[in-house]
């Protein structure tokens, strides 16, 4: 049976990745990652720091040939963790790094601007970039999520929403995040329908989850 490591954590010292066939030791596996992977990490980052699309545009065809030797290797099965943990975490990171002090309008309109270079520019890049994947169909969930849990989920928006006027462009970033649902739900997930709860008026959740004001 084929062992797949958590996404939450790295292989210890210890460990060894198990794929078919073949067992990967923890040096293959860091080879692996610190090879084709180091510079998809590095162009991703290097995207969320600038915002710059051109460049990156340039570097397409060489970022989708390391994706695809990657993906068609035994070790393409662990390409989402390393989406999901070593790059899209530290990109979040950037994308809030602005929004740390803020509060009231201040944040809703910093939020607003973030979420609008984040999905109109930067997610479409990064599905570009990933295209070559058998888990491409999974980019668009992940990043968002990732974006509600690290991004929105990390500032004072539950304390601020209701005190404020919310734009339209506010307000389709969280019934966008709302559509993705996590099975069983999250407490990130619970969080965000208390604050469409506050941000909508009616809002009626699609999910069966029923939260209750407190």
């Known amino acids: 049976k084929m ?95 602005d929004l740390k002090e803020c509060k009231g309008l201040e944040l809703i309109e910093k939020l607003e601007d973030v979420w609008i270079l984040f999905y109109t520019q930067l997610l479409p890049i990064v599905e570009a970039i990933f295209a070559p994947t058998e888990f491409y169909g999974q980019i668009r969930s992940i990043a968002l999520t990732s974006f509600r849990d690290h991004v929105l989920l990390r500032t004072a928006i539950e304390d601020t929403v209701g005190d404020v006027q919310l734009s339209p462009r506010f307000r389709q970033m969280l019934l966008v995040l709302q559509s993705i649902v996590d099975s069983p739900p999250s407490k990130q997930f619970q969080q965000l329908i208390k604050i469409l709860n506050k941000a909508l008026d009616p809002y009626i959740c699609l999910t069966s989850l029923n939260v209750s004001e407190k």
């Open 3 to 97: 062992a797949v490591p958590p996404l939450n954590r790295s292989p210890s010292d210890s460990e060894s990745y198990v794929t078919v066939g073949r067992r990967y030791s923890l040096q293959e596996y860091k080879q692996y990652k610190d090879e084709d992977w180091k510079v998809v990490q590095n162009s991703l980052t290097r995207l969320f720091q600038t915002g710059k699309l051109t460049e990156m545009n340039q570097d397409l065809p060489a970022l989708h040939e390391r994706i695809s030797k990657l993906s068609n290797s035994d070790l393409g099965q662990f390409l989402p963790e390393f989406f999901q943990k070593h790059a899209l975490n530290k990109c979040m990171i950037i994308l809030r790094h």
